[in-house]
Structures are given as structure tokens and as C-alpha cells.
């Protein structure tokens, strides 16, 4: 074409140039680019700006500071039906993340224990591992949640009838679980203090070994001492403060148990779920990541005289992990998110409360479903930014 | 040298006269025990792992079976009758609302349509799935999406035609102008002709058309589609549809000019790292606000909107990760061999691009398909969606494991073939030489 010119930058610039010179087309098209998403944008608001005056609604927050008068089942903080809507939408957030800690924590270790037992030698564990991850993989997680919701609903005794499991620590009935709940007695300050110092001990303990390893090539039993480390000094200073940390048991009085740890059916049945759909995603991530090391490692390792412990700690799992932690990150992300389906069996999480109970009584969907979606936004930015620093860290240091 | 060995032989008496016959490899080293040793009996850890999880399936299948199966009652109806004529399941729940569970309320004496759309949709997959198939089936494929809109909904089919006719007259005039005058304008000014299409030309024409020759279906509503028929509905628009944005999504990620990289960056991040049912309700409740006053189009299409906006990003991402796999030099070679940049993607960059990121593309394919019951919270009929209303009626009152259990099957089936059929393309496209 008539484009294929050589030019040295040197001739006049012509309208055409715009389109058919490398030079100006890329600036070309990036104005042509903002120009209809500006367009697009200045579309999209003018329609908002309309509609909102055709309804007589205004853009605003204040909202936010009225009271929410509507009661939350499952509160960390304390909250009233007076409390103002902010104050709801706190206990929603903090409803979110309680249930995505301990639903990584659980899929963390279900899903490690099955990615490995899916690795084992053994035909019939190796295969049940499988049955559970395809089956798991393939079910809406929605399905899950709903199916344990009515089981847990309908299934369970009522609690008159209630087992009273593992010497009455756990009590499963139609209306939530039981548990001990801690008693925290006088004295329960220093033992906590001594439990902190003993955890801070061991890791000092543990670089104290290191370092004196790489000195003079002597190995202690790192384990052992930790493991005492831990343990030793709470359980003495335990008994010597009179045993300051007590479990109150739930008490069945009437039709109902007193007491105790109370956790809704809606919270377990959502946590089970996402723990162990989620599980099953991370067997997999498990599975992949240890077999992505090849054979050659663990022979040199062999031939090099390590045993098979140390092989498996110092040899396979830190490049095993490498491979591993960044999509279980992202799963504890998809986890995250998929607590959002709360709203299914009525736990009151975020979008229970502020993008639902809140956002039906005061109609205000743009201001609610904006600061929902922030928040979620927020909490991936930051744990994918946990991620990138993570990825850094441990990216192969190649020359 | 037989000759002497056979002399030899006749007069040394303790050389074998004739070999041996083949002995079969003793037991334990072949054959079913010695697999069992091998995998079930390696040493004590295994026995005793293979005892408890023997023990443990053992006793699944003895207190399942029966009541899955053998107690179980396929037709009855009421749970009342159910509980009467067997201790088991009570799956009669499944057959009694089956035609709910699969079509919603779409009006029975057309059943024929969806039917007959899902069976079109398997021929219009055939040749995408099977290369070995004629690629004139393609075209068919093409038209597909179309069709299917109006064999669901029905109406007149002079919309459909006239959108084939737009195509059509983007087409040429694409044609026309990119050799006239250069890609961009043409495009561009292909754009402006559709849009002047749909706004000017596709109502009235189709009205005019209409009031000419009235040829169409009898119009079903969207607020009847219901059961899996919108799971496949939105599951098959959303993975149609997210596959070409999620392309574009990502060269434009990849992209030089930072404009266009900005805006799919921001697009993508803001997509993945909020969850699809805030969107959806941003589908039911806020859309409306985003679109000229007086304009209302259906919930379902905007949920469909919706899932396959929320599908590109993750799209763009696992494709993104096979752009971000190929080595630099094909980059470069593309470059070398004087293509230009559309040129160098579509024959270089892409297939082999997208040949990497097959397992990432099949399994968004799958959470999309599974991520489509999250309707139901925004009161779309799909199978989870109605499956409570059916256990609220006073006929089925107390079923608990027969509904869920019927479609978590059809979803597992769904999902697993897809897992599957990604392995068998997956070993199918691989060339056997690594990057």
C-alpha cells in the first residue's frame, strides 16, 4: 500500500500520517479510545443523574447515621435495633471476615490432607480422595450450603432430644450448635502473657539453632524443644495460677440449652460448606504442586544423605510451596467471596445487611451496592497484594 | 551349529530334549493379588488405612444403597403416598415436578422448542468440538445464537433476520472501506452503521415487515423461562459470550498503548475482586438507573448481561496467563515476518495462546455453569431457585435429599464432562514439544 514508505522523520506531516504512521496512530487511537469511553461515561451518568431526579432521590450518605432498627441475629460488637446503620454494617463486615478466617483455616487443612492422601499409594484412599474432589468440584457451592442449611434445620434433634457428644462439648441440635465456651477467671492475664512470651521463645529458639547449625553443623531436635517450648511453660504456669482459664459447658434448662458457646445452624452450615468445597479446590492445588517437583529432586536429595524428613522439609516443600501458595491464595479469595451466598440461609453477613436488610428499607441501591462492592474490592486488593509480595519473595532468584 | 548340537544331544542323555512350556509368572507377582499386594497391602500403614477406608465405604454402601435405590419410590403423589409405599427416597418428587425442574413455567404444549434449541445447540457445537467434522457446519454455528433467541422467545422472526441482515451490511461495508481507506476508519465507521442500524432501522422494520407478512412463534415471556432450561440458557450465553470479550479483555491488558490498557485493567480488577451476586444485584436493582428514563428491559437479560460481563474478566485473565507464557520470539518472529499486529495475533499469538490457557478457559466454563444458580437469590426460577417453593408445598413438605440430590447430578454430569472433554482436547492439540 502507499504506506509502506521509508521516512526518516524529516517530511511534512499530513492528516493522513494519523492513521498510517506507527509513530502517531497509537496516540491516534488511545484519543479515539477515551473519547467514546468518555462518551459512554458521560452517557451512562447523564442517564443516572435523570432517572434520579425523575424519582426525586438524591446522592447521599446520610443514611448511613440513621438508625437501622432492624435486629442481627449473630453480633461481634454490640449492636441494638437503634444502632445506626453504619454500626449494622460493621457487624456485617465483621460477620464476612469471621466466616472467611475460619472457612480458610478449615479448607486449608481438609484440603492439605486430602491433596496428599489423593498422592497415596494406596488404590482405595487415592480414590476416595478423588470421588470427594470431583464430587465437591462439580455441585454449585450454593447447593452445598442450602443442602447442610436443611439438613442441620431439619435433620438434627431438637435439643431435648440432642446427643450430648465428646462429654457434652458438642451438642448438634435443630436450632445450632453448642459449645464450651472459655471462662476467664482471675490470673488469666499472666497466663496468656506467659503463653505469648513461650510462642515468642520458640522463634528465637528456632534462629538461635539455625544460626548455631550453619556454624558448627551440629542438628538439635528442633521439633522436640519446640514442641515442649509450647506446651511446658502454660500448662505449669496453669496449675500454679489455680487453673485461671476454665470451658463453661452449654446446660440443658427447659427446652432450650443455657450457656456455652452458641453457633447458629446458618454459621455452620455456611462454614462447613465453603470449607469443604472450597477444600476440594485446594486438594487439587496440593496435588499439583507436589507433583510439579520432579523425581531428580528427591533422588539428589537421597544421594546426598538426607533422610526422608529433612528431604521433605528442607528439599520438596519449600519449592513444592512455591508453586502452591499463590492459587491457594486466590482460593481463599474465591472463598471470600463466595460467603457473600450467607444471604441464602439468613447469616448476616455484609451483603445481608448493608445490600440487603438496609439497602430494601432506605431504597438507597447505588449508595449501598457501592460500598458493599468497595469493601469487597478493598479486601481482594489487599490480599492480592499479600500475594504479589509473597510471589516476590520466593520468585527463583535467577542471575 | 544344529547339526552338532543335535549329534551331540542323541548321545548326552541328560540335555533336555525338547524346552520347557512357559509357565505363567507365579502369583504374587502378577494378577489380581499381586496388584492387591502391590496397592492395597504394601505394609502394615497400608493395611491398616485399607482396612478403615474399606470398612468405611463398606458400610456407605450398605446404608445407602438401600434407601437410594432399593426402598427408594420413583412414582407417588404425595410424600404422604411416598412414605407409605417405601422406607427409601422419595424420588417420585423428581418425576412428579420434572417438567418444572427442567422448563420452569414455560407453557406445556411448547416444550417442543427448548427441546428442540437444545438439541440445534449440540449440532452447533459439533463442529467447534470435532475438527474432523465439515467446516461448512460452521455457518450453522454462527447463525445458531439467533435462533435459538427466537425458537425460546418466539415473536416475529423478522428481528432475528434483520440483525443477519445488519451483520451482513457490516460486513460489506467493512469490506469496502478497509481497502479504500484503512482499518481503523472502517472500523470505526462500521461501528457508527450498526449503531444506526439497531436505533433507526431494526424497530420499524420489523414492525413494517410484520404488518406485511406476520410470520413468527407464539411469544413466551421471560418471567416463565425457569429450571435448568435458564441454567443452560444463561450458562451457554455467558460462556459464548465471554469467550471473545475475555480475548479482547486481554490483548487489551497486553496492550502498548496505556489508555487501553488502563481501562481493561480496571475493568478486570474491578470484575474479579467483587462477588457475582453483588453484581447480579446490580443487575436487578441499579441497572435501570445506567439507561435512558423509560427504558425497562427484562431481569433476565439483564442477569445475562451481567454473567457474561463477570465471565470475560476471569476469561481475560486465564488468557492473559497463556499470552504471558509465550516465549518473546514469537512476538518478535510475527513482527519479523512484516504482519501487522491483528495479523501477527490471529495467526500467531492466539491459537498457541489460547492452546495453553484450554484447562484455565474449561474451568471458568465450569464455575461459570455452576456460578449460574446465584440467579435464584435474585428470584430467577432455576433448579435451586424452585426447588424451594416445591418443598414448601403441602404435597411435599419434609423431602430434604431428593431435590438436591437430582440436580447436583445433572451438575455434576455437565461439569464433568466439560473437565473431561478439556483433558481429551488438551492431549489432542498438544504438539508433544513444550513451549
Redesign the interface.
Known amino acids: 500500500m502507499t504506506a509502506a514508505t521509508y521516512s526518516d522523520g524529516s517530511e511534512p506531516f499530513e492528516f493522513r500520517m494519523l ?2 504512521d506507527k509513530r502517531y ?2 496516540i ?3 484519543i ?3 473519547v467514546l ?1 468518555m462518551l459512554a461515561v458521560a452517557w ?1 451518568v447523564d ?2 443523574v ?3 431526579r ?1 424519582l426525586g432521590k438524591d446522592f447521599s450518605f446520610g443514611f448511613l447515621f440513621q438508625p437501622a432498627s432492624y435486629d442481627i441475629n449473630q453480633t461481634l460488637i454490640e449492636y441494638t435495633s437503634r444502632s445506626p446503620h453504619w454500626k449494622a454494617a460493621v457487624v456485617g463486615i465483621l460477620n464476612t471476615l469471621l466466616i472467611a478466617f475460619l472457612g480458610c483455616i478449615a479448607a486449608t487443612i481438609v484440603g492439605v490432607l486430602i491433596g496428599v492422601a489423593r498422592l ?6 487415592s480414590r ?1 480422595m478423588t470421588v470427594y474432589i ?2 465437591f ?7 452445598w450450603i ?2 447442610m442449611s ?2 442441620f434445620a ?2 438434627l434433634p431438637s435439643p431435648r432430644q440432642a446427643p450430648q457428644l465428646l462429654g457434652g462439648a458438642l451438642v448438634p441440635t435443630n436450632r445450632g450448635f453448642y459449645l464450651p465456651a472459655f471462662e476467664w477467671g482471675a490470673g488469666s492475664l499472666p497466663l496468656v502473657i506467659i503463653f505469648l512470651l513461650s510462642i515468642v521463645a520458640i522463634i528465637v529458639f528456632r534462629r538461635w539453632a539455625r544460626t548455631r547449625q550453619q556454624e558448627t553443623g551440629e542438628i538439635l531436635p528442633v521439633f522436640w524443644i519446640s514442641l515442649a517450648l509450647f506446651f511446658l511453660p502454660s500448662l505449669i504456669a496453669f496449675f500454679l495460677l489455680g487453673r485461671p482459664i476454665g470451658l463453661e459447658f452449654a446446660e440443658l434448662k427447659g427446652f432450650n440449652y443455657q450457656g456455652g458457646l452458641y453457633v447458629r445452624n446458618s454459621f455452620m452450615a455456611l462454614w462447613l460448606a465453603l470449607s469443604l468445597y472450597t477444600a476440594a479446590f485446594i486438594a487439587e492445588n496440593v496435588r499439583a504442586g507436589i507433583q510439579a517437583i520432579s523425581k531428580g529432586q528427591t533422588e539428589a536429595s537421597y544421594s546426598l544423605g538426607l533422610p526422608p524428613s529433612r528431604t521433605m522439609n528442607l528439599v520438596i516443600l519449600p519449592q513444592a510451596l512455591r508453586i502452591i501458595i499463590p492459587p491457594l491464595i486466590s482460593q481463599y479469595l474465591n472463598l471470600t ?2 460467603s ?2 450467607a ?2 440461609v439468613g447469616y448476616m453477613d455484609i ?1 445481608g445487611t448493608l ?1 440487603g436488610i438496609t ?1 430494601n428499607q432506605t431504597g438507597r ?2 449508595e449501598c ?1 457501592l460500598l ?2 468497595g469493601f ?2 478493598i479486601v ?2 489487599l490480599i492480592s497484594g499479600v500475594m504479589n509480595v509473597y510471589n516476590s519473595a520466593v520468585a527463583l532468584k535467577e542471575r | 551349529m544344529s547339526d552338532t548340537h543335535s549329534q551331540a544331544n542323541q548321545s548326552i542323555h541328560y540335555v533336555a530334549q525338547s524346552m520347557l512350556p512357559e509357565q505363567p509368572a507365579p502369583l504374587s507377582t502378577s494378577g489380581p493379588v499381586a496388584w492387591m499386594r502391590e496397592n492395597l497391602f504394601a505394609n502394615w500403614r497400608d493395611t491398616i488405612l485399607t482396612v478403615i477406608f474399606g470398612a468405611a465405604i463398606l458400610a456407605i454402601i450398605v446404608n445407602l444403597l438401600p434407601w437410594l435405590f432399593l426402598d427408594a419410590v420413583f412414582y407417588a403423589d404425595d410424600i404422604r403416598q411416598c412414605r407409605e409405599l417405601g422406607e427409601g427416597a422419595c424420588f417420585a418428587v423428581v418425576t412428579s415436578r420434572f417438567d418444572q425442574l427442567i422448563f420452569g413455567f414455560y407453557p406445556g404444549h411448547l416444550y417442543w422448542r427448548p427441546i428442540l434449541t437444545f438439541v440445534l445447540m449440540l449440532l452447533a457445537f459439533a463442529p467447534v468440538l470435532h475438527d474432523n467434522l465439515p467446516r461448512k457446519l460452521l455457518w450453522f454455528t454462527a447463525v445458531f445464537p439467533l435462533l435459538a433467541y427466537w425458537l425460546l422467545w418466539g415473536g416475529s422472526i423478522w428481528g432475528p433476520i434483520l440483525i443477519v441482515a445488519m451483520v451482513a451490511v457490516c460486513f460489506v461495508v467493512f469490506r469496502l472501506l478497509v481497502t479504500a481507506i484503512n482499518p481503523t476508519l472502517s472500523a470505526l465507521a462500521t461501528f457508527v452503521v450498526a449503531v444506526a442500524w439497531l436505533m433507526f432501522v431494526q424497530g420499524p422494520w420489523t414492525d413494517g415487515l410484520s404488518a406485511i407478512a406476520n410470520v413468527g412463534l407464539e411469544p413466551v415471556e421471560s418471567a416463565k423461562f425457569g429450571g435448568f432450561l435458564i441454567t443452560f440458557v444463561i450458562g451457554v450465553t455467558g460462556i459464548v459470550g465471554s469467550l471473545p470479550l475475555g480475548i479482547l479483555l486481554a490483548l487489551g491488558r497486553k496492550s502498548d498503548m496505556p489508555v487501553v490498557k488502563m481501562i481493561c485493567v480496571g475493568f478486570i480488577e474491578f470484575i474479579r475482586g467483587v462477588p457475582l451476586i453483588t453484581l447480579l444485584f446490580v443487575a436487578s436493582t441499579l441497572l435501570n438507573y445506567f439507561l435512558p428514563p423509560g427504558t425497562s428491559f427484562d431481569l433476565i437479560l439483564r442477569v445475562l448481561i451481567m454473567v457474561t460481563l463477570f465471565a470475560s474478566a476471569y476469561m481475560a485473565e486465564v488468557i492473559r496467563g497463556g499470552l504471558a507464557a509465550l516465549p518473546r520470539g514469537q512476538y518478535e518472529a510475527a513482527d519479523a515476518l512484516g504482519l501487522n499486529y491483528w495479523q501477527g495475533t490471529q495467526l500467531i499469538i492466539l491459537p498457541q495462546a489460547l492452546k495453553i490457557s484450554i484447562p484455565g478457559i474449561v474451568n471458568t466454563f465450569i464455575g461459570l455453569f455452576k456460578d449460574t444458580t446465584l440467579v435464584s437469590i435474585v428470584g430467577i426460577l432455576d433448579p435451586i431457585g424452585i426447588m424451594q417453593p416445591i418443598r414448601s408445598t403441602s404435597e411435599w413438605n419434609g423431602i430434604i435429599w431428593e431435590l438436591p440430590i437430582f440436580i447436583g447430578l445433572v451438575f455434576f454430569v455437565a461439569c464433568f464432562v466439560m473437565s473431561r472433554y478439556s483433558m481429551y482436547f488438551e492431549r489432542k492439540l498438544d504438539t508433544g514439544h513444550r513451549s
Not at chain 1, 468440584?137 to 447447593?143: G, Q
Request: overall charge neutral; proline content about 2%.
Open positions: 492513521f498510517y496512530r497509537s491516534t487511537l488511545q479515539i479510545t477515551i469511553f451512562l442517564n443516572v435523570q432517572n434520579f425523575d497415596s499409594q494406596n488404590w482405595l484412599v476416595f470431583e464430587g468440584r462439580n455441585v454449585p457451592v450454593l447447593l442450602l443442602l436443611t439438613i431439619t435433620a467471596k463466595n457473600s451466598l444471604i441464602a451483603t445490600g439497602l441501591e447505588m451496592l458493599v462492592m469487597y474490592l481482594s486488593l
